[in-house]
Each structure stands twice: as C-alpha cells, then as structure tokens.
C-alpha cells in the first residue's frame, strides 16, 4: 500500500486529527483505498517504515534494527534515537542543520542508520547531543525558535530512515572556518578549523576525514586525520569547546595541487570537510599489552590520538614504542613534545631514525629495514597481545607490511592507515 501525505494545516479537516496516546498530535494520511490513517505519519517520523522502505535492511549478523522517537516541551524538541548497541558513544553520531532540514547519521557497528528530516518549524542554530551508553540511547535536543506546539516533527527527505553498509555511505561535507594557521616546521602547519553550531561532529580516535576544495573549476578530495591535545595544548589555549574545532597537521608542498590552495585560505575562509572515514575498529585495543608504531613524515598523523588513547584508555597497556621515520631533524613534527611525552610516561618509548641526517646526529639513521625493526619490535613478555600500527607514504606503508609479515606477525596483529 502506498501513502500519500496531506498538508495538515490546509488540506486535513479539523475532524480527521486526534491526539494519540503519548499526547502529541500527529496529521492524517489518505490512502489508495480512500481511508484515513493517523497512526501512519507518526510511523513514518518516527521510525518504524514498513520493511519494503528500508534501504538495503541489515543482514543477519548485523546489528539489531535501530528506530528513534521525538517528544517535546514548550522550548525543546528531542530526537531519540535507539540503537540497540551498548558500545554506542558521541562520536558515533553525526548531526547537521541546514536551513529547515536535519540530518543526524549514527554508525552502529559497520552500518550506517540515517534520519533525514525537513523539519515542520524552525529551530535554534545550537543543539545538543548526548548518549546514554548503558542503554545504546542517543538524544539529541533542538532548541525551538517559537514556544509553540509541534504537530509532527516534518518530512522525510532522501534516505530518511536508511541503514545500509557503512563502506556503501557517500561522503558528507560541511563547510568548517579556518581559525588559526601555526607553522610546526619548516614545511608543515597546524590548521584550527570550527565546526558551525548547527553540526555535532567528532571524529574517533581512529578514523579521517577529507577536505574539499575547487581549484581551477574541479572539486578536488584530500584525506586528512585530525590530531588531537596532549601533544600540542602547550601550543596555545583553545577559546572554544572541545567539540567545536578541530585541529590538522598538513604538510605543504610548493608544487603541489592541493596543498598551496589550502595555505592561500585566509583567516575566516571555509573548507568543506566530510564526516569521518576508516577501518580501524577500538575492539583492537582490547587486552591490549603491546603497542608499537611505524610512521614517517607528515603521515605520523593517526599516531598522535592513538597514542593518546593508548596511554589513556587502556588499563592492561605495558609498553607503547613509536619509530618515527623523517629525512633530517627539521623534518620531525613535534619532537619536544614527544621527548617530554616519553619522560613523563615511562611506558612510552621513542626513537627517531633519519634517512638525510647531519654529521651530527647521534640516532639511527636509514630506512624500513628487517635489522631495524626486528629489534625494535621486542614484545614485553613472550605471550604478550600486540598490535602494530603503521602510517607513511604507500611505498613505506605496503614495504612495512611485507617485512612485518616476514617476522611471522599474523594479520590481526597489524593495521595500516590508508585513506
């Protein structure tokens, strides 16, 4: 049976509407068999389509079928999203508010579920979101413009109500202003970019995201992994909340394509920014005993939140070693605050190996090699669980991962960062 939704205000008599069992009044639908049905644009909203309108409906071993509902107050309106998954938190939701419409993408385990809605009133630009992850509950609170009743929270726009693979999602971008612009070395920058109001974003510890720009008429993608504070809060005082900038290293080649065009933006410019993307998943951190890092240059990116998580999240963590790859002294990104870093923590150790260096360096020196790594990657007890991440430029990456495999490391206790 197909529905067809009628204006409320203009085309659905006084008579047709009824104020359900949770007190909030919804509008009629007018069927092909010429019967109205109130129930069914509160199903339509509030998720519960009939099968048939599910994108792609989830497989067997995928999670259980998620659903949301809307309640309101006088001054709010909040979206409840259940998603039947304790794991849930922040960042697995990621909500945009443009103009009338809402859209609010949750990630549950490798699917994507996507509300979708031109909403029936205006809102605030600001809204909230929090989880409730002992329940898998997210809720996220619009502020109303107007104290006004809300007879339905809107339209379904495209894909409302979807839930297909995550690796099928297309990229979503909004459009983030640049806030500040550092040089770290000679040729690398940390870019400050500020999420607008109207969009609750966070990127996980694992994951990037792209930037976007038009140069010469063509839109051209870039993938970038944000870094995150412990290697940088000396840097400077943040002035906003956390959840509302964003911070990038990026390296910044002359004759390059992508990389002057970002460097020409100026202060108050905009850059469009995708939500997040990756493969890597925190179940890896489990147990977790051993940590061990490969990276060069600019690509040492991803390290930094992991590192971050690792040293923080994880209580059964022994040792964590980063190899850091780069050319010359000069090169190496953040090396004070590593040096610092491996002092204050004592399960932390460093070591920088230069493939360009002077006469006057005293560390190791060449390239990915099997005596390299075979004595840096020294488990702390034999039976330890490990995990070995490893980010660089493809050739390091796909190099780094044969002479790994050589050392008899088995395929879960590996992960590359591509993008």
């Not at 995928?62 to 809307?70: E, N």
């Not at 909500?95 to 979708?116: G, M, P, Q």
């Not at 040792?319 to 040096?339: A, C, G, H, P, Y």
């Not at 006469?359 to 990657?377: I, V």
Request: proline share 6%; aromatic share 12%.
């Amino acid at each position: 049976m197909e529905w067809y939704t009628l204006d409320f205000v203009t085309k659905i008599p006084g008579n047709k509407t009824e104020l359900l069992s949770d007190g909030y009044v919804t509008s009629a639908f007018w069927s092909e068999k010429g019967s109205w049905d109130y129930n069914e644009e509160k199903k339509l909203l509030n998720g519960m389509l009939p099968k048939s309108q599910v994108t792609d409906p989830l497989a067997k071993e995928g999670p259980s079928s998620p659903s949301y509902d809307w309640f309101q107050t006088d001054a709010l309106v909040t979206i409840v999203i259940y998603t039947k998954q304790k794991d849930i938190s922040l960042d697995s939701v990621r909500a945009d508010h443009w103009d009338d419409s809402f859209r609010a993408e949750t990630v549950i385990k490798d699917y994507s579920y996507l509300i979708h809605i031109a909403l029936s009133h205006e809102i605030q630009e600001d809204f909230s979101a929090r989880v409730v992850e002992n329940v898998g509950k997210i809720e996220i609170v619009l502020k109303k413009k107007e104290n006004t009743s809300w007879k339905c929270l809107g339209h379904p726009l495209e894909n409302h109500y979807s839930l297909i693979p995550k690796k099928d999602t297309g990229l979503y971008y909004r459009k983030c202003q640049l806030i500040s612009k550092e040089d770290v070395t000679h040729d690398t920058k940390l870019f400050c970019l500020m999420l607008p109001p109207s969009i609750h974003l966070q990127v996980p510890t694992w994951q990037h995201v792209y930037f976007k720009l038009t140069i010469t008429g063509t839109e051209i993608v870039k993938p970038y992994t944000p870094v995150s504070d412990p290697l940088f809060s000396e840097l400077k005082e943040p002035v906003l909340p956390n959840n509302k900038y964003i911070y990038f290293l990026v390296k910044i080649y002359p004759a390059g394509l992508f990389t002057p065009e970002l460097d020409h933006l100026q202060i108050g410019d905009y850059v469009s920014v995708s939500n997040p993307k990756g493969n890597f998943k925190i179940s890896q951190f489990q147990e977790l005993e051993d940590l061990f890092l490969l990276t060069a240059g600019t690509d040492f990116t991803p390290m930094v939140k992991v590192l971050s998580y690792a040293l923080t999240n994880i209580p059964s963590l022994r040792k964590v070693k980063l190899m850091f790859f780069n050319k010359t002294e000069d090169d190496i990104i953040w090396r004070s605050q590593l040096e610092k870093l491996s002092f204050k923590d004592k399960r932390f150790d460093l070591e920088f190996v230069l493939s360009a260096p002077t006469s006057e360096w005293n560390g190791k020196r060449g390239y990915l090699s099997p005596a390299l790594l075979s004595g840096f990657l020294k488990r702390s007890l034999n039976t330890s669980k490990v995990l070995i991440c490893i980010c660089g430029p493809m050739p390091f990456t796909e190099q780094g991962m044969k002479l790994l495999h050589d050392l008899n490391f088995s395929k879960d206790e590996i992960h590359s960062f591509t993008a």
